[in-house]
């Protein structure tokens, strides 16, 4: 089973993701990280782990593992 992992510290709040989401399961946090961004947020239910997240993401914040 794969996992999405969201390092928030790295996200800049782009929202290259969020728009690139083919099943809408990334928004930006209502929250900001230490560096005052609004970080990307995962919607497990509705993710599909299919990587497109990670090739459009300019500043490395997510990975997938397989577990």
Do not use: W
Request: proline share 4%; glycine share 6%.
């Amino acid at each position: 089973m794969a996992t999405l992992h969201i390092n928030e510290e790295r996200c800049k709040g782009c929202g290259f993701c969020v728009l690139s989401c083919p099943k809408q399961a990334l928004s930006l946090s209502k929250n900001p990280n230490t560096a005052g961004y609004y970080y990307a947020v995962s919607d497990d239910e509705k993710c599909i782990k299919c990587g497109i997240c990670y090739t459009v993401c300019p500043d490395i914040v997510f990975t997938i593992t397989e577990e």
